[in-house]
């Protein structure tokens, strides 16, 4: 079974400074995808990044990238120049080729101004 | 992008009475559809999976003759709360997989249950 843990409940980052959220998972699949997700008080959920597993590159989406370390299986999201509206609870998230999602514990994201 | 709708967004019910939740794929076909609880302040959790034109698959604690599920055409999957009671009240999200987008899911906008 895969498990996926965001070890910060909650974070707070000055507006247009830089915050990276961490998530760490476990799995014996290889070939799997990693999302983060961000759901805001509306509480519809927005994905945010998504990164495959084969791809040794980081995703990117504008201010969001991810540092995906495989062997370590570490999936963090950095969000630079952060907005207020940012403001949110972030969940990572794993999927194995078609499968269903597995989600964290989620880390709530206060920006300040 | 894909939408997912869900209706409707809120609904108050009494204890004992059974309430039906609508999710829809505006703009695609969903073979797979996904229901989600989600308490406050907590991750979502996977309840049930239904693939179009078959039974659900529930997980492990969900009672399957409580949250009937239905997945009757590839664009709409209803879940119905059966004889409801307070400690059913949650927030539902569905979502839905796009065949041609495989990996991925587009999240409704989820639905709060309020049982009195």
């Known amino acids: 079974a895969q498990t996926v843990t965001q070890s910060q409940p909650e974070m707070s980052v000055q507006e247009a400074e830089t915050v990276t959220l961490s998530c760490t998972y476990d799995?014996?699949?290889?070939?799997?995808?990693l999302f983060w997700y961000k759901q805001p008080p509306s509480r519809q959920m927005i994905l945010v990044i998504r990164q495959e597993a084969y791809k040794q590159q980081n995703a990117t989406e504008n201010r969001f990238s991810v540092n995906f370390q495989k062997a370590a299986k570490s999936f963090s999201l950095k969000i630079s120049d952060s907005q207020l509206g940012d403001t949110a609870m972030y969940f990572c998230a794993f999927s194995a080729s078609g499968s269903r999602l597995t989600f964290g514990e989620g880390t709530q994201l206060t920006v300040n101004p | 992008g894909a939408v997912v709708s869900q209706h409707p967004s809120r609904v108050i019910c009494k204890s004992g009475t059974s309430v039906k939740i609508e999710c829809r794929s505006l703009d695609f076909q969903a073979t797979t559809m996904f229901w989600y609880r989600q308490f406050p302040k907590q991750s979502l959790m996977l309840m049930a999976t239904s693939n179009e034109g078959s039974k659900a698959t529930y997980e492990q604690g969900v009672e399957k003759d409580k949250f009937l599920i239905n997945h009757a055409s590839l664009t709409l999957s209803t879940l119905t709360v059966t004889s409801a009671h307070p400690e059913d009240s949650s927030f539902y999200i569905c979502?839905?997989?796009?065949?041609?987008?495989?990996?991925?899911?587009?999240f409704g906008p989820g639905t709060r249950l309020t049982v009195l």
């Open positions: 979502s839905a997989r796009d065949f041609r987008v495989y990996n991925e899911q587009f």
């Open positions: 799995t014996s699949e290889s070939n799997y995808y």
